[in-house]
């Protein structure tokens, strides 16, 4: 009996030593790689133990408030009576609140062209990042409890067309969604929201015709799945608003409680955007 006792405990032994010798390895082959492949900004390929250096970073310009109370669009406050922006005024919106983190410009523009063009998955996460502040940043100064509490139920990005799908592979919009979803500790769900017809790329198109081009190209697949929730839709760039107020209207038809556009970037505003680092307390 005491044969067996002792056998047992040498084999207790050997495994801790070979596993110990196992970590020990692997950390050394960790700092290795490390040596050969240090690791590099995921924008400006610089050297970086950050996923962001430092620079690229300062480059980047936060949409903070005073913003339109709407649509999340900065704006001078000395010139600005009115809670709402012009477009507000004379736009329908069906989301309820909309907001981005960052102006669409220099290292953000960089960043969303990367990870749609360039398949760089990580950037979906820094991205995401940022969308957190934001979000948390408009919870904290709202004037309704729902959002000041956080209590959002569902994140939806904006779809692609199943043909854009098939091209490129993945739905940037949907990675930024899932990243998140992982943040905030709010599901995502992906397949909620369908594009019912192929749109041309909104970038190339006037703001007028950026309108018409959307209209009437989502759909809602599961009503049930939003009635009475607070939902989040997540795209990586925003510029007149024209997709997510479409997807907005798509995701209505299902009565949820309260619709919340949320965007990375936001074009047209660098003149009323703070550069990073600076103080963004509200």
Known sequence: MQEKSDAGGK????????????????????????????????????FSEKALCSSCLSQLKLIIPPVCKLCGKPYDALAHASPLCSD??????????????????GVARMMVFKLKYSGEFRLSV???????????????????????????????PVPLHKARLRERGFNQAELIAQSLSELIGIPSDSSLLVRTRETKPQFKLSPKERWVNVRDAFRLTHP??????????????????ATLNECAKAVRVGKPKIIIALAFA?????????????????
């Open 11 to 46: 084999a207790v032994f050997v495994r801790s030593i070979k596993a110990r010798v196992k970590e020990v390895a692997l950390r050394g082959l960790y700092f290795f790689l490390r040596m050969l492949y240090p690791p590099r900004c995921l924008v400006c390929d610089e």
């Open 88 to 105: 507000c005024k004379g736009t329908k919106r069906w989301f309820d609140w909309c907001r981005c983190a960052v102006s669409y410009e």
């Open 126 to 156: 820094e991205m995401a990042k940022f969308m957190a502040d934001a979000l948390d940043r408009f919870a904290r100064q709202s004037d309704e409890e729902l959002i000041r509490d956080f209590a959002f139920d569902l994140i939806i």
């Open 224 to 241: 049930d799945a939003v009635f009475n929730k607070a939902i989040i839709i997540v795209d990586d760039v925003m510029t007149v608003g």
């Open 266 to 282: 936001r074009g047209g505003v660098s003149d009323y955007a703070k550069p990073y680092g600076m103080d963004v307390a509200v």
